[in-house]
């Protein structure tokens, strides 16, 4: 099955807005959460990323949030802009390795 | 800062012959690095693990005699594809990590099978 889920494949936001984007896994021994960010043609870039000892983390527009007993965590963009348009890929990984499953994306879409 | 190149960045193969694919990290030491396919209308797979002084891992679906790994130091991997079908086709993605750092992807080899 899908070990890390985004459930939603598309999301519509107004500028200025609040953008979240939220995923779900399965995998208890998960300890290492990161959102990446892709454009079409392009591979993933690396946003930000927790570890599974904070439950929250900020950086800039961008907040973190992880809810191991819910086993989810979020995206929040805050003040969201047209350039935020792209694919948000959300992955999930332990122990280190470079080792980390994705989601399937969801697909934001800033309107001005 | 830490950089990730892969190369080449598109390849075009016809059916049923290999090809190979390189990654290089720069600016840190990849003691891991993983290997994925993003196949048309798919998110990204996981194909192979690959740790330092340990044995690659393959992920179910995916096998040493189809996408042999080599990971010889800890600058450089490279997969080969071989006996590439139309299934095959894709973006591969190389992602590599020193330690429990964030992980750095390359941007991708575009793989087309005719």
């Known amino acids: 099955g899908q070990q890390v889920k985004q459930s939603s494949p598309s999301l519509t936001v107004q500028e200025g807005g609040i953008s979240i984007l939220n995923c779900d896994y399965e995998n208890d021994m998960f300890d290492y959460f990161a959102w990446y960010k892709k454009y079409p043609d392009n591979s993933p870039t690396l946003l930000i990323s927790?570890?599974?000892?904070?439950d929250k983390r900020e950086d800039g527009r961008l907040t973190v949030f992880l809810n191991k007993s819910g086993k989810h965590f979020s995206l929040h963009i805050t003040a969201s802009q047209p350039e935020d348009t792209a694919v948000y890929l959300c992955?999930?990984?332990?122990?280190?390795?470079?080792?980390?499953?994705f989601g399937e994306g969801t697909k934001l879409t800033v309107s001005s | 800062g830490a950089l990730v190149y892969q190369y080449p960045r598109r390849t075009i193969c016809k059916s049923g012959t290999s090809m190979r694919m390189e990654c290089q990290a720069v600016?840190?030491?990849?003691?891991?690095v993983a290997w994925y396919r993003q196949s048309p209308q798919k998110t990204f797979e996981l194909i192979a693990l690959?740790?330092?002084?340990?044995?690659?891992?393959?992920e179910q679906n995916f096998t040493q005699e189809k996408f042999p790994i080599s990971h010889p130091n800890l600058s450089f991997s490279s997969m080969t594809v071989l006996n590439a079908y139309l299934e095959d086709r894709g973006l591969y993605l190389c992602?590599?990590?020193?330690?429990?750092?964030?992980?750095?992807f390359g941007p991708g080899t575009r793989l087309t099978v005719l």
């Open positions: 690959s740790t330092v002084n340990s044995a690659i891992k393959y």
């Open positions: 992602g590599a990590r020193e330690g429990a750092y964030e992980q750095y």
């Open positions: 600016g840190f030491q990849a003691t891991s």
């Open positions: 927790v570890r599974s000892n904070v």
């Open positions: 992955a999930a990984g332990q122990g280190g390795s470079a080792k980390l499953i």
